[in-house]
Every structure is written in structure tokens, then in C-alpha cells.
């Protein structure tokens, strides 16, 4: 079993400044989160809900709706206006020189996990990306083939001040998302380039260019899924290359007992 040391959580409390101090949680070898990865089939994003739903398969009001209930107010608007904006930044060329970044996998994973932390993420993990993480297919119906081997899983808070606040009739339920999708793939933007630089392949996925199933690369990391994501933050994943670079966490421990293991989706 990993034992995380007095050091570590000093490191993630005081250095790193953590909101959401995640080096202090007990750490096992493999998830206690039961997960048959040969039944897991890869999906294609094209029959996710809100494409279904543009399509006008719930109806002539829900394909009306699924158009503009972002885009009708204001401030919303603005923030998709801006992740939209966002999405030609996620990959980008490579640098033909690799140079040495850190002492190990270790170190690595703690620098990336800093620099996540200086971009004003609010939770940061590293885990392996499995393969069933990845979609089938674009948006556009392109097949993808991704390779990286490691994901940087970032979280960023919808604002837990304003949830309080809303009376759940002042249509700022869609600000509060965008302003995690839009702050946390700027950050992922970033963090990508910032990987590239000294030659090491990474590509940012956040709405609206995404190629990964982002509960999927929670879940790699340790994290509870699509409950830690729609309940109060939004996040993006880096699937990057490093096999010899990154470190990837060990995952939490969330008991032992069956109603730990065997979690159906939405149980939160």
C-alpha cells in the first residue's frame, strides 16, 4: 500500500496552497472503485445527450432550447463566446528537441502539478488514461487515435458562493458552468503548450474539443467521476506521452466495503 508521507502533506498544504488539499487523502495501490475495464466500451460523443437532443430527438422544444440556453444570456454568452474561441488552442506543434526537465517521475508529476496550481486550478490529479477513456470519434465524425499514456486531470470551482446565493430562477446556473469550462480549458491550454515547449506531446481536451470522456480520466486519477465534476466544479483533462516523465497518483482509498466498490453512476 502507498503511504503518503508527513512531508508530502506538508508540500500540498503549504506549498502548493491546495483549496482542495487532495495529498492528504490515504492512498492504495489500485482503485477501491470496482471498474471492468475490458467491459468498457469506448463511446462516440456524437450520441451524447445535448447532440441528441439538437437533432430533435426529445422534441421540437428541447432542439429549439438545445441551440441558445447558453447563448441567450449575456454573461453565459460571454463565456461561450470565449470557449469557443478556446478550442483552436487545445493541440499544437511539438518542440524537435527534448530537453530534461526534472529528476525523475516524481518530481515531474509535482512541478506539473504546481504549475496547474499557479494557472488557478483548484484540484489537480495524474493518472494513467485508459484506453475505453477516449472517444471513438470527433464531433465532426473524425476517428481518433490517441496514444498519450497519462492524463493531468484539473478542477475548477462553478463557485460555490453563487450556487448558495441562486434562487434557482436567475438562469446563472449555465454562467457557473462556463466559468469552469472556460477557466479550466485556458488553464489546459496553457499547461499543454507549456508541455510541448521542451518537446514532450500533450493536447488539451475541454468543452468544445474534447477527444477523451472526462469521468473517464477522473476516475483514472482517482477521483469519484462525473459526481465530482457536474456537482460543483468543471475540469479538463491533458492526456499527455510522458512514460518516462510523469509520475502518475496513487488512487484514494474509499473503503472496502461493497457500497465502496460497486458505485452506480449518479449515486451522490
Known amino acids: 500500500m502507498a503511504q503518503v508521507s508527513s512531508l508530502d502533506k506538508q508540500f500540498c498544504q503549504q506549498v502548493l496552497g491546495e483549496p482542495f488539499p487532495t495529498g492528504s487523502l490515504k492512498r492504495v495501490d489500485r482503485p477501491t472503485t470496482a471498474i471492468n475495464a475490458e467491459d468498457v466500451q469506448r463511446i462516440d460523443p456524437r450520441n451524447h445527450g445535448f447532440r441528441r437532443a439538437a437533432r430533435g430527438e426529445y422534441g421540437s422544444l428541447v432542439e429549439r432550447e438545445s441551440n441558445h440556453f447558453v447563448s441567450k444570456h449575456p454573461l453565459s454568452g460571454a463565456l461561450l463566446g470565449m470557449t469557443k474561441f478556446l478550442a483552436a488552442q487545445g493541440d499544437g506543434s511539438v518542440a524537435d528537441r527534448r530537453v530534461p526537465w526534472s529528476d525523475g517521475p ?23 488514461l485508459p484506453p475505453y477513456a477516449t472517444y471513438t470519434h470527433s464531433r465532426d465524425g473524425e476517428p481518433i487515435e490517441l496514444d498519450h499514456k497519462y492524463a493531468v486531470a484539473m478542477l475548477v470551482d462553478q463557485d460555490y458562493r453563487t450556487s448558495s446565493a441562486s434562487t434557482e430562477h436567475d438562469w446563472i446556473s449555465s ?12 488553464i489546459a491550454c496553457m499547461l499543454a503548450e507549456y508541455i510541448r515547449r521542451p518537446g514532450y506531446p500533450a493536447r488539451a481536451h475541454f468543452s468544445m474539443n474534447y477527444q477523451v470522456v472526462v469521468p473517464l480520466t477522473y476516475s483514472a486519477v482517482g477521483w469519484i467521476g462525473g459526481d465530482v465534476s457536474h456537482r460543483r466544479h468543471r475540469g479538463e483533462p491533458i492526456p499527455g506521452a510522458q512514460v518516462q516523465s510523469f509520475g502518475g497518483d496513487h488512487p484514494p482509498s474509499y473503503g472496502s466495503g461493497q457500497a465502496y466498490r460497486l458505485r452506480p453512476a449518479g449515486f451522490l
Open 175 to 186: 454562467a457557473m458552468a462556463f466559468r469552469s469550462y472556460s477557466t479550466s480549458g485556458f
Open 106 to 128: 516524481r518530481a515531474m508529476s509535482w512541478h506539473i502539478k504546481e504549475t496547474a496550481y499557479f494557472l488557478r486550478a483548484d484540484m489537480v490529479g495524474i493518472g494513467r
